[in-house]
C-alpha cells in the first residue's frame, strides 16, 4: 500500500506518552454540550484507553521543544484529554507506521495533518478539515532564475518519500506541460530537514511541501527562503480514522467543533500556522474541493 503524505519525518521507535500539559490553553467546559456515544464509550473503557498516534517531527503541527511535545496538534489533544472521560494514551513513531497501523486497528486516530486524499479514503475516514495542505514551493532567497512556477521546469525538485508532495507532481507536470515547459528530476527525500539542507547547498533547486509549513519556514528564515506559487489543487489535512468507526468520527467531529463555533479554534491556528482558514469545509473533502463518494 502506497501512503502519500505531507509531513516531515523523523525515523525513530515510538514512544508510548501518558499526557502532555500546556498551561496556557482553556478547555472547553464539559457543561457545553460535548458528549460521547455510550456505545463508543463502552467500547473504549473495554480496553482501557484510546490510542491516538502522532510523529513529532512536523512542524508547527507536531514537534518537540526540550524533549517535549508540543504544536498546533499536541495543542488540540490538549483540550481533548481534558473534555473526555476516559484515558487518552499518546504514541509517536515514523510517518511510515501511522496510517497502516491506523487502517489495521492498531490505533485509533492518526491524530496529525494527514492530507485527505483518493487513495487514503478507500481506507480511512476523515474529521472536518483543520487546515489547507495545498503543496507550494520554496527557493533559495538569492536563486533570481525562479520567478513563477514556469520556471520550474527542468529543475531538481525535492520531496517527501510517499508524501503529498510527491503525489502533487502530476499537477505540476501538467501546468509546467502548459507553459511548454517539461519536469525535471524528482528527488525523493525521508525528512524535509535534509531537503532544506540540500536546497542551501544548491544541490535541487526547490522543495514541495504544504503550504503551512513553508509558511512558517520563510517566516522564521525570510533572508534564506522565499515562498512560492501553489502547484497543486486546493487540497486539506485532517485527522483519520479506521473507515467506518463513525462512533469515534462522530465524537471528533463533535469536538472540533465544539472549538471553532467557541472561537477557540482559530487562535490555535494564528498561534501555531502563521496564518487563518476563515472558510475551511465542515465535511472532508478530496482535492479540488470533490466530495468523498
Known amino acids: 500500500m502506497t501512503i502519500h503524505r505531507r509531513v516531515l519525518l523523523q525515523a525513530g521507535a515510538g514512544t508510548l506518552l501518558a499526557s502532555m500539559v500546556h498551561g496556557c490553553i482553556k478547555a472547553p467546559q464539559k457543561s457545553s454540550g460535548f458528549s460521547v456515544d455510550d456505545n463508543l464509550l463502552n467500547q473504549i473503557k473495554k480496553r482501557g484507553y484510546l490510542l491516538v498516534a502522532t510523529e513529532d517531527n512536523y512542524p508547527p503541527f507536531e514537534f518537540l521543544v526540550n524533549g517535549k511535545p508540543t504544536g498546533f496538534d499536541h495543542d488540540l489533544l ?31 486516530v492518526a491524530l496529525t495533518a494527514v492530507g485527505i486524499t483518493d487513495e487514503r479514503s478507500k481506507f ?10 495545498s503543496i507550494a514551493y520554496i527557493k533559495r532567497k538569492d536563486d533570481t532564475s525562479i520567478k513563477s512556477i514556469k ?27 502548459q507553459h511548454n515547459g517539461t ?19 544548491q544541490r535541487v533547486d526547490a522543495v514541495l511541501h504544504n503550504i503551512v509549513s513553508l509558511s512558517v519556514l520563510v517566516n522564521e528564515k525570510p533572508a534564506i527562503f522565499e515562498l512560492g506559487e501553489r502547484v497543486s489543487r486546493k487540497s486539506y489535512a485532517a485527522w483519520a480514522v479506521k473507515k467506518g468507526n463513525q462512533g469515534l468520527l462522530d465524537m471528533l467531529n463533535r ?8 472561537g477557540q479554534l482559530k487562535p490555535l491556528q494564528a498561534k501555531w500556522l502563521k496564518i487563518t482558514f476563515e472558510n475551511l469545509p465542515t465535511q472532508p473533502l478530496l482535492p479540488g474541493d470533490r466530495p468523498i463518494q
Open 78 to 108: 490538549t483540550l481533548l484529554k481534558k473534555v473526555v472521560p476516559f484515558e487518552i494514551r499518546q504514541e509517536i513513531l515514523p510517518w511510515q507506521g501511522i496510517l497502516p497501523g491506523v487502517g489495521e486497528g492498531k490505533y485509533d
Open 124 to 133: 480511512l475516514d476523515f474529521t472536518m478539515p483543520l487546515a489547507e495542505s
Open 151 to 177: 520556471d520550474l521546469a527542468g529543475r531538481t525538485l525535492a520531496v517527501q518519500q510517499g508524501g503529498v508532495s510527491l503525489a502533487a507532481i502530476p499537477d505540476l507536470a501538467a501546468t509546467l506541460k
Open 183 to 201: 519536469l525535471g528530476r524528482v528527488k525523493e527525500y525521508r525528512g524535509f530537514a535534509e531537503a532544506y539542507q540540500d536546497l542551501l547547498n
Open 255 to 262: 469536538f472540533l467543533i465544539s472549538l471553532r463555533d467557541n
